[in-house]
């Protein structure tokens, strides 16, 4: 059974704008996001996981897009925060360019098939350069729950 976005994204994890300025500012604001929906037990954790995870190779995947992610114990459910910067950041994207949209999933250790699943259905959803466009102009964070969850029924029935 595959994950959509209903059921891993909380309007709670979103943050239009984010008030981090830089990559693990807005990082450890994305797990704070996901730590007050109850998803994750141990925010720290999942913070040092994530920026590990970073410090390895960057998640900035290009085209203004960043998706980053961690396994940990401190994470109850495979859930996902997404946040868009005032102004574009940068996050050492593979293409140089900033980043427009940060779109963080977190898993469980032992969800290895459904984190993959999960970023998979992400790369989908906003390989779509008009959906990625009208998330990344989102004004609001239910604008961008909106426009996601229309995202991703839109790929459910494809």
């Not at 976005?5 to 807005?26: E, F, K």
């Not at 410090?55 to 109850?76: D, F, M, N």
């Not at 998330?135 to 609001?140: K, P």
Request: hydrophobic share 45%; charged share 25%.
């Amino acid at each position: 059974m595959t994950l959509s976005l209903v059921d891993i994204l909380s309007p709670d994890a979103i943050r239009v704008p984010l008030l981090g300025t830089d990559r693990r500012a807005a990082l450890e604001e994305l797990v704070d996001a996901l730590a007050s929906t109850g998803a994750v037990t141990d925010p720290d954790l999942l913070k040092r996981s994530v920026w590990e995870r970073e410090q390895q190779r960057s998640t900035g995947i290009g085209e203004g897009l960043a998706i980053p992610h961690g396994k940990c114990a401190g994470v109850v459910r495979a859930a996902i925060a997404i946040g868009r910067p005032a102004v574009p950041m940068e996050f050492e994207s593979i293409d140089k360019r900033p980043v427009r949209l940060i779109v963080l999933l977190a898993s469980p250790p032992e969800k290895i098939t459904d984190h993959i699943q999960v970023l998979h259905r992400i790369s989908r959803i906003f390989s779509n350069i008009a959906t990625r466009e009208r998330a990344c102009l989102a004004s609001t964070p239910a604008a961008l729950y909106e426009e996601l969850l229309a995202a991703d029924s839109a790929l459910v029935e494809r």
